[in-house]
Each structure stands twice: as C-alpha cells, then as structure tokens.
C-alpha cells in the first residue's frame, strides 16, 4: 500500500503552487517592520553579532537585485552564486526569482574539501554571470582562471546593489512552471546534476513541510546553520520562511562547525522554533555538551527538529534525548524525515509529537528483501543481539507524505510491492522536479517511472529515488542506497550496518566517519572498510594490527563475512558531501587510485 494523497489545493493548478516570491511584497506591506531574516555573524565577535532584515527591507533588496540581474542578464540564463553564506546570498536568490534569472545556489571557492564539485556542477549550469563579494573576488578570479570553465560575461558584487534600484522594478508575471534555480545534487553517488526546480515545486514543497509539521504554535521561528547551497538548508532558511511571514535566524555552517552549541543557544532564546539538520550534527551537537553547558539552555520552545539527510540512528535520538533532556528537550520534538533534491527536498517526516518509532528487524531477512521483526528491545543501539540469536539491524521510521505519493516498487517489475517488503522508493507529486538540467536521458531514467498495474494510484510519472525502503503500519522506512548496497557471496549487505559495527569496534575509530564498499574480485565482490582515526587517541598510543583485529573480529562476527581491506585514515580524508554525508563512491574512487592519507604512513613518517 502506497502512502500519501494529492490534498486539492497542492495539486497542479491548485492555488498552493502560486510562486512564493510574490509574498515577499504581501508580507512587507502587511508587516513592513516583522523580522524576516536575521543573520548571526560570528566572524568578528565569538559572541555572535545579529543582523536584521526586516519585510519591507528584504522586499526593497530582492527587488534592487533583480533590476541589477536584468541588467546583467537575459530571463532565462543563470546566475551562479560564488559568495558566502550571508543577507547578500539570500537577497540574490530572492532576485533572481523575482527577475526571471535563474540562480544557481553554490558557494565561494574558497570554501575547502569542494572544489571538484563546484567545477562541475558550474561547467554545467554555464552561467551568464556570477555573484560573488570583493572579498570573494580573488578566489573567484582565481577559481576561474584555473579551471576550464565558462567564463561570466559579468561579475555582479552583492554587497555593492544600491536599494534606491528598487524603485525602478516592475513586476513581471512568474508562472507556477517557471524555472526558479538549480539545485545541484551533493553528488554522493556520482557527479553533481542539477535539478530543476521550478516556482511551483518550491511553493509547493514548502507548504508540504509546514503541513508535515502541523505548526500550532504562534510566530514560529526557523533556526538553522545548514548551508543555502544545500536543499535542506534553502528550504529552511528561504522557502518556509515565506509561506506565512515567519521569522529566520540564521548563520554559516562554519560557525556551527567550530562552536556546535551556538545552533542550541539560538534556538534557546525562541519560545517556539523549527530546526533542521543532518544526523551527524545532532550527534556532534551532543559530543560537545557538559552539564554545565546544558544547564545554560532553554530548549523547552523547540517546537520540532528534523532529522533527515542520511540515515537516522537510533542511538543519536537517545544520546541527544538524554544529553539535553535537562534543558527541557522532548522526546517527541525528533522529526526523521526523508528527502531529496528530486522532489525540492521534503518527501516524508515523523513529526507527531510523540518518541519516534524504531523497528528491530532480522538482518539476513531484510538483506533478502523481506521485514522480520524480532523481539529486541529497542534501547537505542544500531544493532543489536535478537532472539535466538538472530543479527538485528534497527530502522527509524520516517513517517508519512503530505500532498504526495509514496510507493516501494520492484526495480525489476515495476510493479508496487506490499507492506513489509524492501524495493525502490517512488515519489509522485506537484513537487517533484521536471528534470535535470540539460540531461534528457538521465531525466527520463529518473523522473519517468511508470507503475506497473497501479490500481487506484496514478500510473505516472513517479520519481525513482535510488534508494531502497519499506513501509510498515503506514510509515516509511529507509534502508539504504541501491548504489551502495554491498553483494558478496550472493548475500545484501547495507553499507550504513557496517560501518557501524566499525565504529563500535575501537575507541580510535572515529564515529560516523567510516565508508565501507565493495570492489570486484576474482570472483565475488570484496568488502573494504575506511575509517578515520580518531583524535581523542594519541597517537603514541595507537596499534594499528589491535584496531585492524577489532574490526575484522567484529564484522565477522555481526555479519558473518571477510573484511578484504581495512584502512586506518587521517582525520578529513574520508569524502564527504556538500551535506556532511560520507561519499562512498568518491571514497572509492580514492581508495582505488591510493589517494588516501592513511595513518600508517603518518606514523611511518615520524619514525
């Protein structure tokens, strides 16, 4: 049984696909003086200066960009934005929306652990121009004098757009199927593409998101440091924020990165306030807290947090739970959800108020594709010991869709699969994108699945996911990427149960900075596992052969299966996507040509 429904009023033609952009002048001339988009600059006080703009500011801004983009550019041709996370990146989107520019959401070159994908999602999108600031500038010369890709016919300063331009914008009419931006994909399995999401997928996606959550709270607040060129993080701090007026705080992932607890302290002095995030990040976030730490939080306001952007952990929802449960975080405020670019961002989310649902399942059953549920008890671990023995994996449940469908498909049949049985994720709605940017075939490959038989649901066109899932008593569950599924002697094994046994293995692990893969052998794939060594233990003190024994013993012990080759790396030297997730193809890649700054040769070279 799939989940989901088209609701009326999200489905094409339906007034909830109206282009956002033309709320941004409802807004400043009902609430002219609101709070719209506040940014926290770290860079200069570690204390955080705040930076407000309010709705008729942010309206005068957006508008005297658009006339300076038009000027620049025709409709139609890109803008890529190389500048850093700030008012100025934001007032450019909204600019280009109103402007019929198409923008292209990136980040400055300077930005490091990126640079390949940035040379290729821009070589793609072949800008006319490029935004950037004069701070910017000389890495943005640099980027392209160094690499062989187009070259803008004119370098736009955000900073530098004078206000009074707004004066001379006249509105233009912005059809739903417009094209608003693309949004290139992280690029964890191959190289970044560049989704088209047109003014009605983001209209429509926001509104699904702030359904999902249900907010019954007045004046919510968004509080995020996800990065703008990210779709989780333009969702949060430019769709949603513009579907009622609602007020965003904001800062650069950097600064989240350097100090995790300024994300909390934001949101502590919110009485109701959204967030969103990556896994890793409520995990990190929680490394990082001390009693007295929480005890100078306030999270009781924290209305909900989503959770989504590669798999959820049951152990991180209990280690945060239990972490700032003394500052008054509910249980009940975890939100795992589900998304991907392909449908603008939001697919599904557990926001019910209530501890998120976790299934214990039979690891070799659901290798063969089929839910098993065993009597464990669900305490938190990834994977656990089940009855009589039996080898368990724990999966989070991601909830429903709001104004969308959700079915598992068999990628050999096409035929929709029943409850409790693991196949492909479809997707059909209003926001799923219309294609990939210049890429006709890939498009169709991914936007164009056609539902064997499908009874009472549309036929088509559903969006294939690429990644694999179940759903169980209504809601969704995620388990894995096709693509990374590891096959060796005939048996599935998902990559994310692996590596969490790595990192469980030994303390000089570093956790979540593990990719396990697979690579051909003679005649069945072998496994190989990376990790990254973990700084809390000295280096004097490491053994490797102790660390390489620990993981060997207890992969072969959990799943029953040979390790071909571990790898001890230095911290950062796993690849990761634009998102925080661990890139295993690119890993692989790397691993594959010796590209992989291993520990052995660091303590080799000490010697």
């Known amino acids: 049984m799939a989940l989901g429904s088209l609701l009326p009023?999200?489905?094409?033609?339906?007034?909830?696909?109206?282009?956002?952009?033309?709320?941004?002048?409802?807004?400043?001339?009902?609430?002219?003086?609101?709070?719209?988009?506040?940014?926290?600059?770290?860079?200069?006080?570690?204390?955080?200066?705040?930076?407000?703009?309010?709705?008729?500011?942010?309206?005068?801004?957006?508008?005297?960009?658009?006339?300076?983009?038009?000027?620049?550019?025709?409709?139609?041709?890109?803008?890529?934005?190389?500048?850093?996370?700030?008012?100025?990146?934001?007032?450019?989107?909204?600019?280009?929306?109103?402007?019929?520019?198409?923008?292209?959401?990136?980040?400055?070159?300077?930005?490091?652990?990126?640079?390949?994908?940035?040379?290729?999602?821009?070589?793609?999108?072949?800008?006319?121009?490029?935004?950037?600031?004069?701070?910017?500038?000389?890495?943005?010369?640099?980027?392209?004098?160094?690499?062989?890709?187009?070259q803008p016919k004119e370098i736009i300063f955000a900073e530098e757009i004078d206000p009074a331009l707004a004066a001379s914008w006249q509105d233009e009419p912005i059809d739903p199927d417009d094209l608003a931006y693309l949004q290139y994909t992280s690029g964890s399995t191959r190289r970044p593409a560049g989704v088209e999401i047109t003014h009605g997928n983001l209209a429509v996606n926001a509104r699904q998101l702030w359904a999902g959550w249900a907010p019954d709270r007045p004046n919510p607040e968004l509080v995020t440091w996800l990065p703008l060129f990210h779709d989780m993080g333009l969702m949060s701090a430019m769709g949603l924020p513009l579907v009622y007026g609602d007020h965003v705080i904001y800062t650069a992932p950097l600064s989240f990165l350097m100090r995790p607890l300024r994300w909390l302290q934001l949101i502590s002095e919110c009485p109701n306030v959204y967030t969103a995030a990556p896994n890793f990040a409520y995990e990190y976030v929680a490394e990082h807290a001390t009693p007295e730490k929480v005890a100078e939080l306030d999270l009781s306001g924290l209305v909900t947090c989503l959770n989504g952007a590669e798999p959820v952990r049951p152990s991180t929802l209990k280690m945060f739970t239990e972490t700032f449960a003394p500052a008054g975080f509910r249980a009940g405020a975890h939100a795992p959800?589900?998304?991907?670019?392909?449908?603008?961002?939001?697919?599904?989310?557990?926001?019910?108020?209530?501890?998120?649902?976790?299934?214990?399942?039979?690891?070799?059953?659901?290798?063969?594709?089929?839910?098993?549920?065993?009597?464990?008890?669900?305490?938190?671990?990834?994977?656990?010991?089940?009855?009589?023995?039996?080898?368990?994996?724990?999966?989070?449940?991601?909830?429903?869709?709001?104004?969308?469908?959700?079915?598992?498909?068999?990628?050999?049949?096409?035929?929709?699969?029943?409850?409790?049985?693991v196949g492909e994720i479809w997707v059909h709605g209003p926001n799923t994108a219309p294609g990939y940017w210049r890429n006709s075939e890939r498009s169709q490959d991914t936007f164009g699945g056609v539902l064997a038989e499908p009874g009472d649901l549309p036929a088509g066109p559903w969006m294939k996911t690429g990644d694999c899932g179940l759903i169980h008593e209504g809601e969704l569950y995620v388990t894995g990427r096709i693509k990374d599924l590891i096959i060796v002697d005939g048996r599935n094994h998902y990559p994310q149960d692996l590596e969490v046994t790595t990192q469980e293995a030994h303390p000089a692990i570093r956790p979540d900075f593990v990719a396990a893969f697979a690579v051909q052998g003679e005649e069945t794939e072998r496994l190989v596992v990376v990790a990254e060594r973990n700084r809390r233990v000295p280096l004097a003190r490491l053994d490797l052969d102790e660390v390489e024994s620990a993981v060997r013993a207890a992969v072969n012990v959990e799943h029953e299966m040979s390790l071909h080759e571990f790898l001890l790396v230095e911290p950062g030297a796993i690849s990761r996507t634009s998102s925080g997730k661990v890139a295993r193809a690119a890993t692989r890649q790397r691993y594959e040509v010796a590209d992989l700054a291993t520990t052995e040769a660091r303590l080799a070279g000490r010697k």
């Open 9 to 150: 009023e999200l489905q094409p033609g339906g007034t909830s696909r109206t282009p956002l952009i033309e709320r941004v002048a409802r807004w400043a001339a009902e609430k002219p003086e609101a709070p719209a988009f506040t940014f926290v600059d770290y860079s200069m006080d570690p204390s955080g200066t705040k930076i407000t703009l309010d709705w008729a500011e942010t309206d005068r801004r957006a508008r005297a960009m658009a006339v300076r983009l038009r000027e620049a550019a025709q409709p139609g041709e890109r803008a890529a934005l190389l500048l850093p996370q700030a008012h100025e990146y934001m007032m450019t989107m909204l600019g280009a929306m109103y402007s019929h520019i198409v923008a292209v959401p990136l980040f400055s070159p300077d930005q490091p652990g990126h640079g390949e994908r940035l040379v290729g999602a821009y070589s793609d999108a072949e800008p006319a121009i490029v935004v950037t600031t004069r701070n910017s500038l000389p890495h943005v010369e640099k980027f392209l004098a160094d690499n062989d890709v187009p």
């Open 337 to 421: 959800a589900f998304g991907l670019a392909e449908a603008t961002v939001f697919v599904t989310a557990a926001a019910e108020d209530t501890p998120p649902r976790v299934l214990i399942a039979d690891r070799e059953a659901l290798s063969q594709g089929e839910l098993r549920l065993v009597d464990a008890p669900a305490d938190g671990a990834d994977a656990a010991e089940g009855e009589a023995g039996a080898r368990v994996t724990s999966l989070v449940a991601c909830g429903r869709p709001v104004g969308q469908y959700v079915a598992i498909v068999d990628t050999e049949t096409s035929a929709e699969l029943p409850d409790g049985q």
